[in-house]
C-alpha cells in the first residue's frame, strides 16, 4: 500500500484522535502495521487508534458518508450527513425489572430524502431541530420494509456547519411523499407537513408523561370521506365532536403499520362547514380494498369486503386461563398449569377478495353475531356433542366460502396484515342481476 | 414479511390450459403455475360440483383423486395423508355435492412439453347452489380483468408490467400477464371471453342457451323448430335419457343411452358430441367407465 492509498486513512484516523497526534507519525505507524506486520487495513486503523489512545469504534469502517436512500436494513456500520428535522423524546416504561429509560426519536433528512432515527442515549446526542449532523457508526434494521436508524453506544455525532447540506427537500421522504393535502387513506409513515380534510369524531384528553414534564395530549378519530385515522394534538385546539375541520402541518407516525395522525403547535386547525366539504357525507364508512391498505401497512376502523376462504384452528369454543386470559391447551394453562378455563368465543379466519388476504380474529361478541349463538348455546352444544370441534364445524359452515363485510382496525406484522373485527356481517349480492348487467356489457363489446 | 399467497378465482378451463410453473427461488419460496391469461397461481379457490371421488391409495395411507366441475370444465383434486383436513373432509363426501375448495397447484410433467395441473386441497367443504354462483360470477368478473389486461399489453409495442400498473392494473397481475406473454404468445382471448359469457348464461337459465340441471324436458316448449335450437333440444333429449334410464342410482349405462339415441333419430357422431357438451357444461358426469350420470 502506499502514501497516497495511505493517506485518507491516516486523515480518519487523525480525526478520531482528534488532532492529538501529527499525522505523520500516524502514517509510520500505520505503515508498520501494514507493510511490516502485514495485518489487514482495518486491524491496522484499529490497533494505531488504541496505541495512540483513542476510541478504535468511532473509527469508520463503511468507509465514506452515506446518502439516505442508499442505507439498507441490517447494516452495522453507517455514516452519514443529515439534517435534524424532527426531535421527540420518548420514556420507555419499565418492564421485565429494567427501569424506566428516556429515549429519542425523529426524522433526519439529506438531499436523496429522510429515514427515521432512534437515539438510546440522549445524553450523549444533543441535537435540536434544524441542526445538521454527521452521524457516524449507526446501525439500521428494516421494519415493515421502512428502514429505521440507530444511534447506539457505537455512535459519534458532530455538529456541522450549517451549509455543509444544501437542498434538502422534506417533501420527499423515503416512505412517502408528503406534503399538502392528502386523504386519510393516503397517510403513510413519515409524512410531513400534511393537511389533511375531514369531521372530528372523538375527542378525548389526556396526560402524558414526558421528558419535559407531563404534556396535554388531545386524541381521538378523525374521517374523511375515504377513512379513518387516530390523531393527536400535542396543543389545545379546542377540537370538539363532528366539527368540520381542516388541520394543516401535521406529520404521520405508523404504529405495527397503522399511521396516526400527530399535530402540534406548529400546525393550524381551519374550522368547515359541510358545504365547504360536500365529498365528506354523512359520515358513513366506504369499503376499502386489502391492497389499498396493504400498501400503507395498516388503518383505523376500516371497512374491508372479501370471501372468507380460511377458518384458522383455535377457532370456535376454547377456554381462558381465568388468571392470564391465555388460551387453555389440554386443561393447562402455560404460565398457571392446570387450571378451570372460562369458555370464550373467537374465531380466526382468512379473508380474500382475489387480489390479496388479510387475516381477521373476531372476538366474542362478534362471533356470537356471527353465528347467531350466545356463548351459552355453544357451550351446551358443544356439551352434547362431547367435542368442541362442533363449533368450529358450525362457525365454517357459516361463514366459508362466503363474502363478508368486516370492519376494524388493521395492524400489521412479520406476517402480513391483520384485522382485529368490530362488526362483521355477510355482504348479500344478487348474482342473477350482476350477471345480467357483466352479460350486457360483454355482449355489447363484441 | 412473509405474507399468505391470495387465492385465484380462474375458470378450469384457463386453470387446465396453463402450461408455465415458475419455481420460486430458494428456500420455502413459493410456485407459480402462470395461465394464459397471466394468473400466476399458488393458491386457488374454487366452487363447484364434486362428481367423483375415489381412493386410489390404501386405508392407512389415502390418497383421493376427486374432480370438479365448474361451468368450462373440470378441476382434478388429489389430497393425500400430508393433507389430513381436506383428505378428511373428502373422504366423508358423497358426490354429487356442491363443495368450495381452497387449495395448492400441482404440476405434473411426464416430458417435455406436456403438463398435467391439479389442486392438493387444504380445505374442502360441502356449500350450497348459491356459493356456487357467486363463485362463478365472482370468476367471471376475474376472468375479464385478466382478458383486458392480456388485450391492453398487447396492443403496447413494449409491454411492461409497469405500463400495466400505470393503466390500473396491480403489480401481481401486471407481473403475470407479461409472463404469459412471453410463454404463451399469442392467445385466443375471443375464446376466453365467449367461455365467460356462457358461463354468465349458467347463472342465468331464462337467458337463450342456459341449461340448468333441474329443468324438466317437458317444460320445453315444443314448437321451438329454429335451427340453433335444434342442438339444445337434442341436449335435452339426451340429458333425459341420462337420466330415466339411470335406474340403479349408480348412472345410466352407456350402451342404453346409444341405443335410445338411435331410435330418437340421433345419429353416434353426434351422441357423443351431444354428450361431450354435456359433459363440459358441467350437467352429467361418468361416475365409472360405460356409465352416465346427471349432477
Known amino acids: ?446 | 414479511m412473509i405474507t399468505r399467497e391470495m387465492a385465484w378465482r380462474v375458470f378450469a378451463a384457463e386453470f387446465n390450459a396453463s402450461r408455465l410453473e415458475i419455481k420460486g427461488e430458494g428456500d420455502k419460496a413459493p410456485s407459480h403455475l402462470v395461465t394464459p391469461l397471466g394468473a400466476a397461481i399458488n393458491r386457488i379457490f374454487v366452487v363447484g360440483v364434486l362428481t367423483d371421488i375415489d381412493n386410489i391409495g390404501s386405508e392407512e395411507e389415502p390418497m383421493w383423486r376427486a374432480r370438479i366441475q365448474d361451468p368450462t370444465g373440470t378441476f382434478y383434486l388429489s389430497s393425500g395423508q400430508y393433507q389430513p383436513e381436506a383428505t378428511a373432509a373428502l373422504s366423508k363426501i358423497q358426490p354429487p355435492k356442491f363443495v368450495a375448495v381452497v387449495g395448492k397447484t400441482r404440476t405434473y410433467s411426464p416430458e417435455e412439453g406436456t403438463m398435467y395441473v391439479s389442486i392438493r386441497p387444504e380445505k374442502v367443504r360441502i356449500v350450497d347452489a348459491a356459493v356456487r354462483d357467486l363463485w362463478v360470477l365472482e370468476t367471471c368478473k376475474a376472468t375479464i380483468k385478466r382478458i383486458e389486461a392480456l388485450k391492453e399489453a398487447k396492443e403496447m409495442s413494449q409491454p411492461t408490467a409497469e405500463a400495466l400498473v400505470k393503466l390500473g392494473f396491480n403489480q401481481t397481475l401486471a407481473d403475470g400477464v407479461i409472463k404469459a406473454m412471453d410463454h404463451y404468445g399469442e392467445v385466443d382471448l375471443q375464446r376466453y371471453k365467449e367461455s365467460v359469457i356462457d358461463s354468465l348464461k349458467y347463472l342465468l337459465p331464462e337467458t337463450q342457451g342456459g341449461l340448468t340441471v333441474h329443468e324438466e324436458v317437458s317444460d320445453m316448449p315444443e314448437e321451438i323448430e329454429d335451427e340453433p335450437e335444434e342442438s339444445i333440444d337434442k341436449e335435452k333429449v339426451v340429458l333425459q335419457f341420462v337420466e330415466t334410464l339411470d335406474k340403479t342410482g349408480k348412472g345410466a349405462p352407456w350402451d342404453d343411452i346409444v341405443k335410445a339415441a338411435e331410435k330418437a333419430n340421433i345419429a353416434r357422431d353426434e351422441l357423443d358430441e351431444i354428450t361431450n357438451s354435456l359433459l363440459d357444461k358441467g350437467l352429467v358426469y361418468e361416475p365409472a367407465l360405460g356409465r352416465m350420470k346427471i349432477i
Open chain 1, 1 to 446: 500500500m502506499d502514501k497516497n492509498e495511505i493517506a485518507p486513512h491516516v486523515k480518519e484516523i487523525a480525526r478520531v484522535l482528534e488532532g492529538k497526534v501529527e499525522e505523520s507519525k500516524i502514517e509510520e505507524e500505520l505503515e508498520n502495521y501494514l507493510n511490516v506486520y502485514r495485518v489487514s487495513l482495518d486491524t491496522a486503523k484499529r490497533s494505531v487508534v488504541k496505541g495512540f489512545g483513542g476510541d478504535p469504534n468511532a473509527l469508520n469502517k463503511s468507509g465514506g458518508r452515506r446518502k439516505v436512500t442508499d442505507i439498507k436494513g441490517g447494516e452495522a456500520s453507517v455514516d452519514i450527513l443529515a439534517k435534524v428535522i424532527t426531535v421527540n423524546p420518548k420514556e420507555i416504561p419499565a418492564s421485565d425489572g429494567k427501569p424506566a429509560r428516556q429515549i429519542v426519536y425523529g426524522i433526519i433528512a439529506d438531499e436523496s430524502g429522510s429515514i427515521a432515527y432512534t437515539v438510546w442515549d440522549p445524553q450523549r446526542f444533543q441535537m435540536r431541530p434544524g441542526d445538521v449532523v454527521m452521524l457516524r457508526n449507526c446501525y439500521t434494521h428494516e421494519y415493515n420494509g421502512r428502514v429505521d436508524l440507530t444511534l447506539g453506544n457505537r455512535a459519534t455525532l458532530e455538529q456541522m456547519p450549517k451549509d455543509s447540506l444544501q437542498n434538502i427537500e422534506m417533501s420527499a421522504p423515503v416512505s412517502s411523499s408528503a406534503g399538502g393535502p392528502a386523504k386519510v387513506s393516503e397517510l403513510a409513515d413519515g409524512m410531513n407537513s400534511v393537511s389533511i380534510t375531514g369531521r372530528i369524531i372523538s375527542v378525548e384528553r389526556r396526560e402524558v408523561p414526558t421528558e419535559d414534564g407531563t404534556k396535554v395530549v388531545f386524541s381521538g378519530l378523525f374521517e374523511d370521506e375515504t377513512g379513518r385515522v387516530q390523531y393527536s394534538a400535542w396543543h389545545d385546539f379546542e377540537l370538539k365532536p363532528k366539527e368540520i375541520v381542516r388541520i394543516s402541518r401535521g406529520y404521520v407516525k405508523s404504529w405495527k403499520g397503522v399511521p396516526k395522525f400527530n399535530f402540534g403547535e406548529k400546525a393550524s386547525v381551519t374550522r368547515l362547514t359541510l358545504d365547504d366539504v360536500p365529498d365528506l357525507g354523512s359520515g358513513k364508512l366506504k369499503p376499502r380494498t386489502i391492497l389499498d391498505i396493504e400498501r400503507i401497512g395498516g388503518a383505523t376502523d376500516a371497512l374491508v369486503s372479501g370471501t372468507i376462504i380460511d377458518v384458522k384452528e383455535g377457532s370456535g369454543l376454547i377456554r381462558r386461563c381465568p388468571q392470564c386470559k391465555r388460551v387453555v391447551q389440554k386443561g393447562a394453562c402455560r404460565i398457571h398449569g392446570k387450571v378451570d378455563g372460562a369458555p370464550d368465543l373467537r374465531v380466526k379466519a382468512v379473508l380474500d377478495d382475489g387480489e390479496s388476504t388479510l387475516t381477521i380474529v373476531m372476538n366474542r361478541s362478534v362471533t356470537e353475531s356471527v353465528l347467531a349463538l350466545t356463548l351459552d348455546d355453544c357451550v351446551r352444544q358443544a356439551q352434547e356433542a362431547m367435542t368442541t370441534d362442533v363449533i368450529k364445524d358450525i362457525a365454517e359452515d357459516k361463514i366459508l366460502a362466503k363474502p363478508f363485510m368486516v370492519r376494524g382496525n388493521v395492524l400489521s406484522d412479520e406476517y402480513g396484515l391483520m384485522m382485529i373485527v368490530s362488526e362483521a356481517s355477510p355482504v348479500e349480492i344478487d348474482v342473477k342481476e350482476e350477471a345480467t348487467k357483466l352479460l350486457a356489457d360483454l355482449e355489447g363489446f363484441q
